[in-house]
C-alpha cells in the first residue's frame, strides 16, 4: 500500500466514515504548541495526537524520551479517536511528516497497513486552498486490536552495537550539527553514536515539503545505505521520531522495511560508559 496520500486524495475523502485522519502537529521545544495550533485550525475531520502522551510512553531512568507505548494501550487509544481496523488512517504534521510518520510507522508496527502520510502535510493542504476548521469532530468509538507485533522492527542500544560490528548500516535522521555534536538543545550531550552515519531526513524532502519521488529518494538512500539491504539498516534521531521519517522514505522508494532503535541518542547517553564521537566521520 502506498505510504503517502496527496491532499487532493484526502480532500476527495473527507466525508468517507472509513477515513481516520490524525493531526500530529508538535513541537519538541514546545509541547503545547501541536494542541494550541490544532484547536485554531485543522484539517475536518481530523483529531490530535500528542506525541508525548499518545505516541510514546512515560519514560523510564534508563529509555529515551520517547520509548514506545505498550502495544495494548496503544490500541486502547486508536479506540478513542474511531480508529478500527478497517479504518484507512490518514496522519499529518505541519509539513514535513517528521511527527506524523512517527504514527505511520507505529500503526505498521502493529500490524495496521491502512495508513498513510499526506504528503506535505497541513502547509501544503492550506497552499491548495483546501477547508480547515476549529470544529472538532464528532465519531463514534473506535474498535482496534494489533494484527500482529513486528518485533523485529526495532533494537535495543546493546543490539545496535552488535549491528554495528555485524557490519550494518545506522543512519542518523538528525540535522549535521546535532550529530557533528556542534550544537543540540535538546539533549544534555553531544555527538553521535559511533559508527552512524548523518542522513538528516530533509534531505528526502523536495523544495515544496513533500517526499521526493522514487527515483530521486533511491538515489538519496542509496548513497546512504551503501548497497545494504533494507532489514539491515537501522534509523536512529534524538528520540525516535523522526528516524520514522527515514523509514518512510526507505519504504516510499520501495527498498523495503528498514528498522528503529527506539531509544536513539537520547537512550544512548543515558549510560556513560557508551563512547561518544563528534565530527562529521561516523
Known amino acids: 500500500m502506498n505510504a503517502l496520500l496527496e491532499v487532493d486524495e484526502l480532500a476527495g475523502a473527507?466525508?468517507?466514515?472509513?477515513?481516520?485522519?490524525?493531526?500530529?502537529?508538535?513541537?519538541?521545544?514546545?509541547?503545547?504548541?501541536?494542541?494550541?495550533?490544532?484547536?485554531?485550525?485543522?484539517?475536518?475531520?481530523?483529531?490530535?495526537?500528542?506525541?508525548?502522551?499518545?505516541?510514546?510512553?512515560?519514560?523510564?531512568?534508563?529509555?529515551?524520551?520517547?520509548?514506545?507505548?505498550?502495544?495494548?494501550?496503544?490500541?486502547?487509544?486508536?479506540?478513542?479517536?474511531?480508529?478500527?481496523n478497517s479504518s484507512f488512517v490518514v496522519v499529518y504534521d505541519e509539513g514535513p511528516g517528521a511527527i506524523a510518520a512517527r504514527l505511520w510507522w507505529m500503526l505498521r508496527w502493529v500490524g495496521h497497513e491502512r495508513v498513510a502520510v499526506l504528503n506535505g502535510g497541513l502547509a501544503r493542504w492550506r497552499a491548495n486552498g483546501l477547508p480547515l476548521t476549529h470544529e472538532l469532530p464528532q465519531f463514534e468509538r473506535g474498535s482496534f486490536s494489533p494484527v500482529r507485533i513486528n518485533a523485529g522492527w526495532t533494537v535495543s542500544?546493546?543490539?545496535?552495537?552488535?549491528?554495528?560490528?555485524a557490519g550494518d548500516v545506522v543512519l542518523d535522521a538528525r540535522a549535521a550539527p546535532r550529530y557533528r555534536g556542534e550544537q543540540e538543545q535538546i539533549d544534555p550531550v553531544a555527538g553521535h553514536v559511533p559508527g552512524a552515519s548523518n542522513l538528516p531526513f530533509s534531505e528526502c524532502l523536495g523544495d515544496d515539503g513533500r517526499?521526493?519521488?522514487?527515483?530521486?529518494?533511491?538515489?538519496?538512500?542509496?548513497?546512504?545505505?551503501?548497497?545494504?539491504?533494507?532489514?539491515?539498516?537501522?534509523?536512529?534521531?534524538?528520540?525516535?521520531?523522526?528516524?520514522?521519517?527515514?523509514?518512510?522514505?526507505?519504504?516510499?522508494?520501495?527498498?523495503?522495511?528498514?528498522?528503529?532503535?527506539?531509544?536513539s541518542w537520547s537512550e544512548w547517553i543515558r549510560d556513560p560508559g557508551r563512547r561518544i564521537a563528534t565530527g562529521s566521520e561516523a
Do not use: Q
Not at 505516541?55 to 474511531?82: K, M, V
Not at 542500544?157 to 560490528?165: I, K
Open 157 to 165: 542500544a546493546a543490539e545496535l552495537e552488535e549491528r554495528l560490528e
Open 14 to 84: 473527507l466525508a468517507n466514515p472509513r477515513f481516520v485522519t490524525i493531526d500530529c502537529r508538535f513541537d519538541l521545544l514546545d509541547p503545547g504548541a501541536g494542541a494550541r495550533h490544532y484547536a485554531k485550525a485543522h484539517i475536518p475531520g481530523a483529531r490530535y495526537a500528542n506525541l508525548d502522551r499518545n505516541l510514546a510512553r512515560e519514560p523510564d531512568a534508563e529509555d529515551g524520551r520517547h520509548p514506545l507505548p505498550n502495544p495494548d494501550d496503544f490500541a486502547a487509544w486508536l479506540e478513542t479517536l474511531g480508529v478500527s
Open 211 to 263: 517526499l521526493l519521488a522514487p527515483r530521486e529518494l533511491t538515489t538519496v538512500l542509496a548513497n546512504a545505505m551503501r548497497g545494504t539491504e533494507a532489514r539491515n539498516v537501522i534509523a536512529m534521531c534524538g528520540s525516535g521520531v523522526t528516524a520514522c521519517h527515514l523509514l518512510l522514505a526507505i519504504n516510499s522508494a520501495g527498498l523495503g522495511d528498514g528498522r528503529l532503535y527506539v531509544g
